[in-house]
């Protein structure tokens, strides 16, 4: 994943994997996956299916049920603690000036101790988050 910010695209994410690469800004997606899909479009019930099985509704409208069916909601934690994991390495990547490598099955930036000191710091006493996996 590379972070640009100085392209004909404008600011965005460029995604690349072994079978292509896109580029995701505010005002549109672009590359070679998306275009396909006009071609080769998802199945109408991929959102559905995508969702667990849930038709899609607005997020808060999603959380208000799941609070009464005690379900997963579609917006989950899990999925935004990753969304969010992209957002804080790419600082991280910024701030050194350099490219990370991470590890998403240990969540940690293998091999750079600089990078790995930008992922939590010392929390103020009395106010101690502990969590286990």
């Known amino acids: 994943m ?3 910010s100085n392209s004909s695209d404008g600011n ?8 292509g690469r896109f580029h995701v800004s505010r005002s549109r997606i672009k590359g070679k996956p998306y275009e396909d899909l006009e071609e080769n479009p998802l199945p109408d019930d991929a959102i559905v299916k995508l969702y667990g099985g849930k038709k899609p509704t607005s997020h808060m409208q999603n959380f208000f049920d799941c609070i009464v069916s005690r379900e997963k909601p579609i917006s989950d934690v899990w999925t935004h603690h990753r969304a969010m994991t992209t957002c804080h390495l790419a600082t991280i990547a910024i701030r050194l000036n350099r490219t ?4 998403p099955a240990t969540q940690k930036i293998g091999g750079d101790k600089d990078a790995n000191m930008w992922q939590a710091r010392e ?6 988050i502990n969590v286990s996996v």
Do not use: P, V
């Open 123 to 128: 929390q103020r006493k009395g106010y101690e």
């Open 100 to 103: 990370l490598e991470w590890d």
């Open 2 to 4: 590379h972070i640009i």
């Open 12 to 19: 965005g994410i460029l995604f690349e994997g072994t079978k």
